[in-house]
Every structure is written in C-alpha cells, then in structure tokens.
C-alpha cells in the first residue's frame, strides 16, 4: 500500500484537499492584528447583543462562562496565505448565544465588534451552526494576542472574519462592511473561491 502521509496537497482518493488555491501550509501560528493587542481584564469584559442601535442582551465574562461549551477542531485559513490544519477550539457556539438571548435572528446580517475598535461582517447563515466566539485554543485560554479574552471563529471564511477581541454582535438591516471590508476586502471572502479583494 502506497504511503501518503503527509499528504496534503490537491484532492485525492484519500478525499477532497484541504489547503484552497493560493494557500500554504504554517506549523506555527501567526499573529496578525492591525493595531496594538488591547489589554481586556475578565473584570471590564462584556459581549452585547444588539439589533441595530438596540442592546437585546449583554453578559459579563462570569455570566458567559456559563453558558454551553463546545469543542471545535477546524483548518484555518488567512488572506495573507497561510493555512493551519486541524486547530482546536473551545467556546460558545454563536446559535447558543443566539438561543441564550432567546432571539431568532431578526435580520440576515452580523457586524462583529471588538475592544480594539476592529468589526467584520458575516451572514448569519455562516454563523449558524459554522462558528463560535472562542475561549479556550488547544486547551488553555485564549492567548491575548490570539484574541483572547474571546474571539470570533468563523473558520470556513478567510481568517479577517474572525474578530479577535470580541464584546458583541450586531444585527444589521444591511450587509455592512467592516474594517477590513472598507478598506478593500471581500465582503463574504471565500478561500474556496479566493475572494480576497473585493473585484474577487
Ligand atoms: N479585533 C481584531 N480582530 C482581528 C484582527 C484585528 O486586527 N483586530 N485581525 C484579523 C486578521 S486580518 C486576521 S488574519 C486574524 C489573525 O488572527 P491571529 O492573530 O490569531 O492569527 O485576526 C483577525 N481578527
Ligand atoms: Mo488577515
């Protein structure tokens, strides 16, 4: 039997390929941030919900913390082209938070906002049942500048949509651009489908 471990490359009958077009593989973990890592103690740490302008639900770190945890283990990819496999994750799934809050989505936008000033936009069809606001990474807390206290993890989107530093999520009537979005970037960004700029 032919040996292929280590194989990560295009699909194959092992299964489809892991790595999208235009993307390398890292065995570390790269910090990107486009300003310096705020310092959030757990004391100062909310998340909001809001519909538009309107708080529905805000929860300090305690309040959060007990809310159903759940385990993630998903490849990653950033618009910078790296890649990282199989990274693990712990925290609270965004329908929860949903469910918590007793809210069906109201609209079909999210703005993700965070300590940092930073917001990034995502359906809420990719946030259903695809993505959580993590606390944990490979079993210990969220590393400040991962994100930590808590960070978005939508990991089938480039890894922008993933807000570090995170206190809230926004119900949009509209699909409103965010950060990076403003300043050329996909408005869904695909890896899939490379959309890295916004003519993608
Ligand atoms: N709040 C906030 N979230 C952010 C960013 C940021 O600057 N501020 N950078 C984004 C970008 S461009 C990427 S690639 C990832 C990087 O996450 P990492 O530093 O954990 O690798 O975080 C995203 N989330
Ligand atoms: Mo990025």
Known sequence: MAVTRGF???GSAEGPARVPPGQHLVDDFPVLSAGPTPRVSLDDWSFTLKVGPRPVMKWS???FNTLPITKMTRDIHCVTTWSKL???????L???IFAAANLPPPTPYILAHSFDGYSTNVPVA?????????IRYEGKPLERDHGG????????LYFWKSAKWINGLQ?????EAGFWELRGYHMYGDPWREQRYSGD
């Not at 990719?126 to 993590?134: E, H, I, N, P």
């Not at 206290?149 to 089938?156: S, T």
């Open 149 to 156: 206290p808590a960070r978005l993890l939508v990991p089938h």
């Open 61 to 63: 770190w305690a309040e």
């Open 86 to 92: 199989d990274t693990a994750w712990e925290g609270v």
């Open 171 to 175: 119900f949009t009537e509209r699909d």
């Open 126 to 134: 990719d946030l259903s049942g695809k993505a959580m606001v993590a």
């Open 8 to 10: 990560k490359g295009r």
């Open 94 to 96: 965004v329908d929860d």
